[in-house]
């Protein structure tokens, strides 16, 4: 690990302003991500800012009816949360389905969204890696690839996005809330927060520098039966090769999103339309376009079944 700085941030925007002066710092929180790359030399902060002191740990009701969750809300504490568990179970149950317990206790919220991806060409820095060493190639596009993915790639990237937590907050409609250097406020929708690799796959996201998470905003209940079901090489600790959250109402309309197939949570507002006609007419709509490798292809198929035992369990509601 190469020596770094390191302060305490004392309010939200002194973070930002901070991180913007320097183009060398990052935050940290958990570190359950950060620290594993600094160890390796992927990532390489000149600058820590630590922001588990800004007093970003609380899960509020809106006055709209929904939820705010602070940055900082620790994994575990967010998913035994009453009204989570009551009100957005598909929330709960993703981050239960996410990582261990050790790790969902120092996990946050924000830190979870940010997480990057576990591409094994990511990691490997002897491997060539656009999104680590942008120009250098994909060592992927003719690799094994059998966790990668299928949907929302390009010539230059074909990662997956890791998050479980984050398919949830897809399917939900949520709003990451932030502030930037100037100390002005930002909501953007998660179904704009993360970005497709294109020709930049370094950029992940929509966040400017300096700019820093705060909260997340759900948005009121929707009700519905709700599911997430996560299909991995091992029954714990492992990322998805296929997760799917999934809505459904009692007149057989609703939503999902699903995780392991592209490079951020992946939903199709077109293929919520067809929950109604079934698990085939939803993939139809959901892979279109789709570009997956020998390695990955079964991924498409896999999502399929999945869609139908998740639609099947909430019948069963």
């Known amino acids: 690990m190469r020596p770094f700085s390191y302060e305490k941030a004392a309010t939200p925007a002194a973070a930002a302003s901070a991180a913007a002066k320097n183009p060398h710092a990052k935050f940290i929180a958990g570190g359950t991500n950060l620290l594993d790359l600094m160890k390796l030399e ?34 575990t504490d967010l998913a035994a949360h009453d009204k989570v568990r009551k009100d957005y179970p598909l929330l709960s149950r993703a981050l239960l389905a996410g990582a261990s317990g050790q790790l969902r206790n120092k996990a946050t919220t924000a830190g979870n969204l940010l997480q990057r991806t576990r591409c094994p060409y990511f990691y490997d820095t002897n491997q060539a890696c656009n999104k680590r060493a942008p120009g250098t190639g994909c060592g992927a596009l003719a690799g094994f690839s059998r966790q990668l993915a299928v949907i929302g790639t390009s010539n230059t990237c074909i990662a997956t996005h890791p998050s479980d937590m984050a398919i949830a907050m897809r399917a939900l409609d949520a709003v990451v809330d932030t502030v930037q250097p100037d100390g002005a406020q930002r909501h953007v929708a998660i179904a704009d927060f993360h970005t497709l690799p294109g020709d930049k796959p370094q950029v992940e996201n929509v966040l400017k520098p300096g700019e820093l998470i705060t909260s997340v905003t759900l948005p009121k209940p929707v009700g519905g039966a709700q599911v997430y079901h996560k299909v991995r090489d091992r029954a714990s600790y492992a990322f998805a090769l296929v ?75």
């Open 42 to 75: 992927i990532e390489k902060p000149a600058h820590l800012i630590d922001v588990n002191g800004l007093a970003l740990d609380k899960v509020e009701a809106t006055p709209e009816g929904g939820l705010r969750i602070g940055a900082l809300v620790r994994n």
């Open 243 to 317: 997760s799917v959250g999934m809505i459904v109402q009692k007149d057989g309309t609703g939503r999902l999103a699903v995780g392991g197939v592209a490079p951020k949570p992946w939903r199709v507002e077109a293929a919520d339309a067809e929950l109604p006609r079934g698990a085939k007419a939803v993939a139809a709509k959901l892979f279109a376009g789709a570009k997956p490798t020998h390695d990955n292809e079964f991924k498409i198929a896999l999502t399929e079944r999945v869609i139908e035992a998740s639609l099947a369990d909430l019948r069963r509601a």
